[in-house]
DNA sequence: TTCACCCAAGTTTTT
DNA sequence: CTTGGGTGAA
């Protein structure tokens, strides 16, 4: 962030001369060495609108990277007359990196390198004050005079929980009903439009009738209330300064001669403020550089315009459009099964990926019984890769992972993996500073900066419970309105005037006078990671979780450990919140050897020597929705992710699907995807487990077969899995019950059981525990090594002792 | 005001 | 089967 801030771009631009004088200074070039006649053409065609189409692990980032280098080194551009914006915070790191590594520190400046929402923030806070409230008078709005009818260059940036909560209050000022009408669905449709630049007056008749016809009338409300916040949403950053540019032409210009040549990652998951926003930076010149792969393109769903990239082109004439098709990540079939498969989509813009790594692995394709099968088998490979079972050698875990389309998914290899003590990692949960406690914390923080932060105010105001509810908040709201002033000056307010009643007031102003005194701890410029720590204590909010018994807690207390420790790498408070703001990211442990559990919009960009790819059944993946609804257009966007999954494996894909299948709670019968019709044979194994045939073997015989090598069977087509009698027997179990056979559930009397509250007891998928409370057939455990859960009886056998050694 | 229970609903996610 | 939110009683 701190990277921009010597750089006006209204200050000290190059001379002419000094140009040329750099232009004329012959240098080495080792950035261009070892790039293929495309990549290099990419990299020296410097003038001029060029399109990218850069397949799968064709080394695009690589070329992007030595075009920045390039254009520095020619003298084309100082560092930081150069615009490369990203999608992620993770490939501008990596960007920033790697062009860092090209040009060694030898140069002055930077280029403008970031996110597209960092590099609207920095721009926006210079000219915030261009962005004012409509004024057209809507009676009964929440317009206070005594506030700034502007934007302010100290804005701060709502998360989407803030969000969220503004609106529902708007949504029960309007007298809507707000569980008809949920704030969720509302905040969903203005970021649809805020995703295609339209601000409220501009939202077509023909959408008026969104959210019960008041749509419209409730986002020119939000849009009002935040600038009286003084706060814009994530959405705002772009259209804020679409808005700008559109209506000050002098400011826009002065960027357009600034930015001398601008370079896009990722360009198919453009939105259309942000194609606007490109657009308009690049109409002088015109010396874009748009990198992307129309068959990636996998974030349709929040707004991004795979249009975009196809009609680049039209929308800058004799651009030059270079493919990038040799593919140095995956082996023969891998990719051969992946182009087949995306060859089913309509209206691409076409590619032809190719690979000197000839021969390798077949794409595998095999069906399990049920999800549990699965995962079983899925660890019980990815440990054999790990002994080198495989011709491809050993792999370390590090170098597999699983892909799954929903993170429901997920559920079943955790489980299964903490029960055979398999190390695991998931990538993309839930963020760090999206947590509970995290947020509280930082609202707190939030607070001690800007006291009048009424929404941080909100959150925490009753947080640790203050007695302080819904009426009591009420009453400060109104005190607050009528005065014209922040929450926190209407809670003191109503404090003196007494409305606030019983030990609720003490309490409140116990809050509110620690508030001011963390307040002027800030200015006075205390040590922040010590003021903190003292914000914490004194506002009983670590008391709180210290005295919570649930489960959860300690995991709690520790995040607030890591959060006062991550401050120590910020100057103060408020550097550290301008950063979380944007920086969303959890910096995912590294160092042990796990493997990686994602989703497979996580896994864009990143590849892994052997992929497994589990849950091809028609209603998972392809989803249900995506087959329901939006037609052909959320099929294909289906299709590209398929193909974004199987073009992650390096060396090793495996696809898999089960016959049956537990939604919520309900057994199903699954029919494999229809993807799968679409793999080239040719390139394909068949794998039958066996046991899935046979009807009568238990799973973890069928699964230890397959594990130790024996009985797999290859088929000539994936087609003979699911249309084989086997197949068919397993279609005969249909919804509702578990199958009967596989699982045999026996189910008993209470007092038929064999062993009592306290017995050591073991399960075949959680291993040994002890029994802690019996309910007819349901018997709670507490597992040693994967904690408490209920299991059907039938499920466990009595221990023979509690001192023997967990087999795993 | 708060805690305990009941009910409905349930992709993908970055900034 | 979970989870979150809303309702009712102490």
């Not at 986002?219 to 009286?228: E, S």
């Not at 190390?423 to 949960?429: E, K, L, T």
Request: with cysteine; glycine share 10%.
């Amino acid at each position: 962030m701190s990277d921009y801030d010597d750089q006006d771009p209204f200050e000290g631009a190059l001379s002419l001369s000094q140009r040329a004088m750099q232009a004329a200074r012959p240098r080495p070039a080792p950035y261009l060495d070892g790039l293929n006649p495309e990549q290099r053409a990419a990299v020296e065609t410097m003038d001029g609108p060029v399109l990218m189409l850069a397949g799968a692990g064709t080394g695009k980032t690589r070329a992007l990277t030595a075009r920045i280098a390039h254009l520095i080194d020619t003298g084309r551009a100082r560092p930081n007359e150069i615009l490369a914006v990203t999608f992620t915070n993770k490939a501008a790191r990596e960007m920033k990196d790697r062009v860092g590594a090209l040009l060694g520190g030898a140069i002055e400046g930077v280029p403008w390198l970031g996110t597209f929402h960092s590099v609207c923030v920095k721009l926006l806070r210079r000219h915030a004050e261009l962005i004012s409230r409509d004024l057209h008078g809507r009676p009964g709005d929440l317009i206070e005079a005594q506030h700034s009818q502007t934007l302010r260059p100290n804005f701060t940036i709502l998360d989407t929980d803030d969000q969220i909560r503004l609106m529902k209050q708007l949504i029960i000022a309007a007298n809507m009903d707000e569980k008809r009408w949920p704030a969720r669905s509302l905040a969903g449709i203005i970021d649809g439009w805020k995703n295609r630049a339209l601000t409220p007056e501009r939202v077509p008749s023909s959408e008026a009738s969104a959210f019960n016809n008041r749509g419209t009338e409730l986002y020119a409300q939000y849009q009002d209330r935040l600038i009286t916040l003084n706060a814009v949403d994530f959405g705002d950053l772009l259209l804020h300064m679409v808005t700008i540019f559109q209506t000050h032409p002098d400011v826009l210009e002065k960027y357009q001669r600034w930015f001398r040549y601008i370079l896009v990652d990722e360009y198919q998951d453009t939105n259309i403020a942000q194609y606007l926003w490109l657009r308009l930076l690049a109409q002088g010149h015109r010396n874009i550089c748009c990198v992307g792969d129309d068959d990636q393109s996998i974030y349709g769903w929040r707004g991004a315009e795979v249009g975009n990239i196809l009609r680049f082109e039209k929308d800058f004439p004799g651009a030059k459009v270079i493919r990038l098709e040799q593919n140095y990540r995956s082996t023969e079939h891998i990719l051969a099964a992946a182009s087949r498969l995306i060859s089913a989509n309509e209206g691409r813009l076409g590619k032809t990926l190719w690979t000197e790594a000839k021969g390798g692995q077949k794409v595998r394709l095999i069906g399990h019984w049920d999800g549990e099968d699965e995962a079983r088998w899925i660890g019980e490979e990815i440990e054999a890769l790990r002994r080198g079972a495989h011709d491809i050698g050993p792999l370390r875990l590090d170098d597999q992972a699983i892909l799954v389309r929903a993170s429901h998914q997920m559920r079943a290899f955790e489980d299964r993996f903490l029960s055979i003590g398999l190390p695991y990692r998931v990538i993309g949960g839930p963020r760090f500073y999206e947590r509970l406690e995290i947020r509280d914390a930082m609202a707190y923080f939030r607070l001690a900066v800007s006291p009048e932060d009424d929404l941080a105010f909100e959150r925490v105001v009753n947080t640790p419970k203050r007695g302080l509810g819904e009426k009591a908040q009420q009453t400060i709201q109104r005190v607050a309105r009528e005065a014209g002033v922040s929450l926190l000056l209407g809670a003191r307010g109503a404090i003196q005037q007494g409305a606030i009643g019983g030990k609720g007031a003490a309490r409140l102003r116990e809050f509110v006078e620690g508030v001011a005194r963390w307040h002027a701890a800030v200015l006075e410029g205390q040590d922040h990671v010590r003021l903190a720590e003292t914000i914490l204590e004194e506002s009983g909010y670590t008391e709180m979780w210290l005295a919570d018994k649930t489960p959860e807690a300690p995991g709690r207390l520790e995040n607030l450990k890591e959060l006062v420790k991550a401050l120590e790498q910020f100057e103060n408070l408020q550097g550290f919140l301008e950063h979380v703001a944007l920086i969303m990211d959890n910096d995912s442990e590294e160092g042990e050897d796990k493997v990686s559990i994602m989703t497979l919009h996580a896994a864009k960009g990143l590849e892994f020597p052997a992929v497994f790819l589990p849950g091809w059944e028609d209603g998972l993946f392809p989803s249900q929705r995506a087959m329901d609804e939006g037609g052909k257009k959320s099929l294909e966007e289906e299709r590209r992710l398929a193909y974004v999954g199987i073009t992650r494996a390096e060396k090793l894909c495996t696809i898999s699907f089960a016959g049956n299948r537990r939604v919520y709670g309900q057994w199903q019968s699954q029919m494999p995807s229809r993807f799968i019709d679409e793999l080239p044979a040719a390139d394909v194994e068949v794998l039958t487990a066996p046991g899935l045939y046979g009807g009568g073997q238990s799973a973890a015989a069928a699964s230890f077969a397959a594990y130790t090598g024996g009985g797999v069977e290859e088929r000539a087509t994936h087609a003979d899995v699911y249309n084989s009698p086997g197949w068919k027997r397993m279609q005969a179990h249909s919804t509702g019950t578990a199958p009967a056979a596989h699982r045999k559930v026996i189910t008993l009397d209470p007092d038929e059981m064999p062993f009592g509250i306290g017995d050591r007891v073991f399960n075949q998928k959680f291993g040994y525990g002890e029994v802690i409370e019996i309910e007819a057939d349901t018997v709670t455990v507490e597992f040693d090594k994967s904690g408490s859960k209920r299991v059907k009886a039938g499920f466990l056998s009595v221990a023979p002792s509690p001192t023997d050694d967990v087999p795993f």
